[in-house]
């Protein structure tokens, strides 16, 4: 029957039967249609207001010399937290859209070396000095699909190498390509995760250390934006970190997405 979800599970019972459970998860189904409509559509409706607040800062710090430091010091403060809750925003629309399977961009090849440069120049403003960032990236390597979904995925996890990372350190982006995988990671050298936490690390809003967000700008997304990302690659994310000496995020794709363009002359024979 149509709009009826059935769960359809088979164990072995003896030698040559079979039990099989179906179950009726219609309920639940329905109840996970409305849990993602709400967020998509409460994010899109906090979009307008958002824009006009917005409007009214900027109006203000263009007068802001002529106020008192107190209301100077506010503006600044409400100007961090608006861009903080656009950040938040984005991210959760971005999620929606990736759960929805909506408006999704047609699949392309695009250079693993070309994503990665457009994410290290705009996120060049908050590495520091004491930062040193290696890419290891064959000009040649190939991967096949969403630019923007792509995009979104490495710089999370450049974005977290940097944050994670608050006295310096390396941080090396490397592609590497064996017989069965593209592998892209990003390693680095900051505060690492206790291995207890690294199950978790994929689920929305979670944070290893809850205070950290609003020092970080973190929206507690990242990482499940990555993970969707992947699912629509058919990859898969390996994460190997210790606490005090780093973090490797690594993005396993199937070698059905990844070429290298060395493509051998053809030799014709006369
Ligand atoms: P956030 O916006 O908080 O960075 P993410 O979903 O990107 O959210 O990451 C979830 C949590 O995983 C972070 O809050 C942090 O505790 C941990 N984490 C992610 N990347 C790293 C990293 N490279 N080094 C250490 N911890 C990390």
């Known amino acids: 029957k149509e709009g009826v979800y059935l769960e ?33 559509n409460a994010s899109h409706e906090l979009k307008t207001p958002l824009t006009v607040i917005k409007g009214y800062l900027e109006t203000l710090d263009m007068f802001k010399d002529s106020l008192p430091k107190s209301m100077q010091k506010g503006i600044v403060n409400m100007s961090e937290q608006s861009e903080r809750m656009e950040q938040l925003i984005e991210d959760l629309l971005l999620l929606s859209r990736l759960e929805s399977n909506d408006k999704r961009e047609e699949n392309q090849w695009h250079t693993v070396s070309g994503i ?25 390597a190939r991967l096949y699909g969403s630019y923007k979904e792509l995009y979104s995925a490495f710089s999370n996890l450049i974005v977290n190498a940097i944050k994670y990372s608050p006295d310096g350190g390396d941080i090396t982006i490397k592609w590497e390509a064996n017989q069965a995988n593209g592998v892209f990671s990003v390693k680095d ?33 990242g990482l499940a934006i990555v993970k969707h990302v992947l699912l629509h690659h058919d990859a898969k994310l390996q994460i190997h970190s210790q606490p005090g000496t780093g973090s490797v995020f690594s993005c396993h794709f199937p070698t059905s997405r990844t070429r290298t363009d060395d493509i051998p002359a053809q030799i014709t024979s006369v």
Do not use: C, W
């Open 8 to 40: 359809i599970q088979t164990t072995l019972y003896d030698k040559n039967d079979h039990l099989i459970f179906i179950r009726d998860v219609t309920r639940l189904h329905l109840l996970e249609q409305m849990r993602k409509d709400f967020v998509a």
């Open 189 to 221: 050298t900051g505060i690492g995760i206790d291995p207890r936490h690294i199950p978790r690390l994929t689920e929305r809003f979670f944070r290893v250390d809850k205070g950290r967000g609003s020092k970080t700008g973190g929206t507690g997304l």
């Open 116 to 140: 990665v440069q457009a994410i290290t120049s705009s996120t060049m403003p908050i590495l520091t000095d004491e930062h040193s960032l290696t890419l290891d990236i064959p000009d040649n």
